[in-house]
C-alpha cells in the first residue's frame, strides 16, 4: 500500500502523453498517483484505491467523463474532483458544474495553476474530509430519509416503506433510487441510467434497467400498471415524479 | 440541438405545401370544368353556336395545367432535398469543428506541459530524451492534421493542378511503403500482386500518396489486434482493377459502408464525444479517387472482424506495357 501520508491522485486521460506528462509534475510535487485510461477502469480505480482527488478528462473511450462524474457523485459527494477538457466553452463548464465537478480546467492549460488548483482542492478536501465523523456518514448530499407519498426510504439502513409494507432495498436499487432523486423530474435514458447507475458501457443490454423499474414500482407504486413516480417516456427512458414542496 | 417550433419543421411544410398544390390543381380543374358547363348552357340558351366560342379543348387545358403542378412539385422537392443536405451538412460540421479542436488541441497541451516541466524541473537527461521524443510524436500529429485541413482545401477548391504522371501502381505502392516504413513499425503489412503484371495508370503522385497514407493510417488506427495486418491485393475483375486494402481491424457494421465516406462523417456518438478524429480521412480518400476516375468501396464482415477497402480503377485507362499512347 502507498504512504498514508501522501495525497492520492486519480488521473483519468486517454491520451498517454498527456497522462504521463501529468503523472510525472503530480509526483515530483510528492503525491501518489495512477492513471486510468477509460471511463470504466476509472470508476473501477476510484473504488478499490480511493483516491483523495480526481482529475477528469470529459473525452473518453466507453463511458464519457460527464457519466463518471455523475456516477461518482452518486455515492461520493465529497471528493474534489477537476475536469481538465478541451472543450472550455461557458455552456461546457455550466455543464460540468451541474453534474457537481469542484473546478474546471480548459486544454491547453497553464501547468502552475494547474498545480495550485490541486493543492487547494486537496487542502478543502481535507478540511471536509476532518469535519465528517465518519467515511459512511460523507456519503451524499442527499437527505439521509426521503419521503414521496406514502413512500419513505431511509439510505443509511436501506429500509423503505411503501404500500406493500417494509422493504430491505438492495445497495444496486438504493443506487439507482437515488440518481431518480438526484434527477427529479429531468428524464433520463435507458443508457443513461446504465453508464451512471451501473457504470456499465455501450453494449450491455437495457433490459436491466427495466427489471430494475418494474421492481421499484412494485415497491412504491400503489398501482404498478399506473405508476405515478416511476414513468415511462416512450423512446426516451423513465423519469421520476414528484415535488417535494 | 435547438428546439424549433413545430409547424417550422422543414417535413411539415414541405408535405402541406405539396398537400396545398396538389389540391389547388384539382381546384383549377373543378372550376374550370363547371365554368365551362356553365358557359356551355349559357351560349345554348342564347342559341350561339357554342363551337365557335368555346374552340379550346378541355383535356389540353387540364394537360397544360398537370405539367406545369408537375414542375412546381419537382422545384419544392429538388428545394426540399437542398435543405436537408444544407442542415445535414451544418450538423456534421458543427461535429467535425468539436472534434477538431480536441484533436488540435491535445498535441498543443502535451507539447505544452512538456515544455513548462522542462522550464520548471531539471530533469535526468534519459528522461529528457523520452520526452522529447513524445515532443516530436505530437508536433508530427499536430502537422498531420493541418496537412489534411489544407489537403482538403487544395482539393476542393478543385484548383488542384498536381502533375499526372503515368507510373506503375504496384511500384508506387511499395515505393510508398519503403518510404514510411518507420511509421508503420510492430505491423505487417503485404503486398500481393498474384498477376505479376504491372498496372500502369496516370495519377497524381502527391494526391496518391494522400490516399495511401490514410488507408494504411485508418487499417492501423482502428485495430485492437495485438498485430495489426494489412494486406494490399491487386486483382483485375471484369472491366476494373480492384486494389483490396485487407486489414484485421475493428471491423464495422453495414450500415456505415457508404457513409463513412461523406465529408465530417464518424462513427460513434457525437453528443458524448466518443467520436474521435477529424471525419475527413475518408473523404479524402474518396475525393482522390473520384479524381483519378476511380471509386471506394468499403466491406467488413461486422465489428471486430477486420474491414476491406477497395479502390476500383477503370480498366481501360491502364496502358498495357509498351503500349505507348499520347493521349489525354
Given amino acids: ?245 | 440541438m435547438s428546439q424549433s417550433k413545430w409547424f417550422l419543421h422543414p417535413i411539415l411544410i414541405f408535405i402541406s405545401s405539396i398537400a396545398a398544390v396538389a389540391l389547388s390543381l384539382t381546384l383549377y380543374i373543378y372550376w374550370y370544368v363547371e365554368v365551362r358547363t356553365g358557359l356551355k348552357s349559357v351560349l345554348e340558351r342564347a342559341n350561339l353556336d357554342s363551337d365557335q366560342v368555346l374552340t379550346s379543348h378541355t383535356w389540353m387545358v387540364i394537360l397544360v395545367l398537370s405539367i406545369l403542378v408537375g414542375i412546381i412539385l419537382m422545384g419544392i422537392f429538388i428545394i426540399f432535398v437542398y435543405n436537408q443536405k444544407t442542415l445535414q451538412l451544418y450538423r456534421l460540421q458543427r461535429n467535425f469543428i468539436n472534434n477538431f479542436t480536441h484533436e488540435l488541441k491535445t498535441p498543443v497541451t502535451s507539447l505544452k506541459l512538456y515544455l513548462e516541466t522542462f522550464r520548471t524541473y531539471e530533469l535526468p537527461r534519459e528522461d529528457q530524451l523520452k520526452y522529447i521524443g513524445y515532443m516530436v510524436q505530437d508536433a508530427d500529429r499536430l502537422t498531420h492534421n493541418i496537412n489534411r485541413i489544407l489537403d482538403l482545401a487544395k482539393i476542393e477548391s478543385k484548383t488542384y493542378e498536381g502533375k499526372f504522371v503515368r507510373e506503375d501502381l504496384v511500384q508506387e505502392l511499395e515505393r510508398f511503403y519503403e518510404k514510411y516504413r518507420r511509421l508503420f513499425d510492430g505491423c505487417e503489412i503485404h503486398i500481393h500482386n498474384p498477376s505479376g503484371r504491372s498496372f500502369l495508370y496516370r495519377i497524381s503522385p502527391a494526391l496518391f500518396e494522400i490516399l495511401l497514407m490514410n488507408l494504411f493510417t485508418n487499417a492501423i488506427k482502428y485495430n485492437e489486434s495485438e498485430v495489426p495486418c494489412l494486406d494490399i491485393t491487386f486483382k483485375t475483375k471484369g472491366r476494373g482493377l480492384y486494389i483490396r486494402f485487407e486489414d484485421n481491424g475493428i471491423g464495422l457494421p453495414q450500415s456505415e459502408f457508404r457513409k463513412i465516406f461523406k465529408k465530417f462523417y464518424q462513427i460513434g456518438r457525437s453528443e458524448d464525444m466518443s467520436a474521435k478524429g477529424t471525419g475527413l480521412g475518408l473523404h479524402l480518400v474518396e475525393s482522390i479517387a473520384r479524381i483519378h476516375k476511380g471509386k471506394m468501396t468499403a466491406e467488413s464482415k461486422g465489428s471486430g472482424k477486420g474491414s476491406v477497402f477497395s479502390l476500383i480503377l477503370p480498366l481501360k485507362k491502364l496502358r498495357p506495357e509498351g503500349k505507348e499512347e499520347s493521349d489525354e
Avoid at chain 1, 12 to 33: F, I, M, P, R, S
Avoid at chain 1, 56 to 77: A, H, T, W, Y
Avoid at chain 1, 117 to 143: H, M
Avoid at chain 1, 221 to 240: H, I, M
Wanted: aromatic letters at 8%; proline letters at 5%; charged letters at 30%.
Fill in chain 1, 1 to 245: 500500500m502507498s504512504n498514508p501520508t501522501k495525497s492520492q491522485i486519480l488521473v483519468v486521460e486517454d491520451e498517454t502523453h498527456l497522462a504521463e506528462g501529468l503523472k510525472l509534475n503530480l509526483t515530483l510535487k510528492g503525491y501518489d498517483v495512477m492513471i486510468a485510461e477509460d471511463g470504466i477502469s476509472a470508476l473501477e480505480k476510484w473504488k478499490e484505491w480511493q483516491p483523495d482527488l480526481i482529475v477528469l478528462d470529459i473525452m473518453l473511450p466507453g463511458i464519457d467523463g460527464l457519466s463518471v462524474l455523475r456516477n461518482i457523485r452518486l455515492e461520493d459527494e465529497r471528493i474534489p474532483i477537476l475536469i481538465l477538457s478541451a472543450r472550455g466553452d461557458p455552456d461546457d463548464r455550466v455543464k460540468g458544474f451541474s453534474y457537481g465537478v469542484d473546478d474546471y480546467l480548459a486544454k491547453p492549460f497553464n501547468l502552475n495553476e494547474f498545480l495550485l488548483r490541486i493543492e487547494r482542492l486537496l487542502t478543502r478536501g481535507a478540511w471536509s474530509q476532518r469535519g465528517a465523523d465518519s467515511k459512511g456518514n460523507s456519503i451524499s448530499s442527499l437527505p439521509r430519509i426521503y419521503q414521496f407519498g406514502d413512500n419513505r426510504i431511509d439510505f443509511k439502513t436501506l429500509k423503505a416503506d411503501g404500500p406493500s409494507g417494509e422493504i430491505s432495498l438492495t445497495e444496486q436499487e438504493a443506487r439507482l433510487l437515488r440518481l431518480f432523486i438526484a434527477n427529479r423530474g429531468r428524464p433520463l435514458s435507458r443508457r443513461k441510467l446504465l453508464e451512471i447507475g451501473w457504470g456499465y458501457a455501450r453494449g450491455t443490454t437495457t433490459r436491466t434497467v427495466d427489471n430494475f423499474i418494474v421492481r421499484l414500482r412494485k415497491y412504491f407504486e400503489s398501482n404498478p400498471k399506473k405508476p405515478v413516480y416511476f414513468k415511462s417516456l416512450r423512446s426516451v427512458g423513465y423519469v421520476f415524479n414528484h415535488d417535494p414542496e
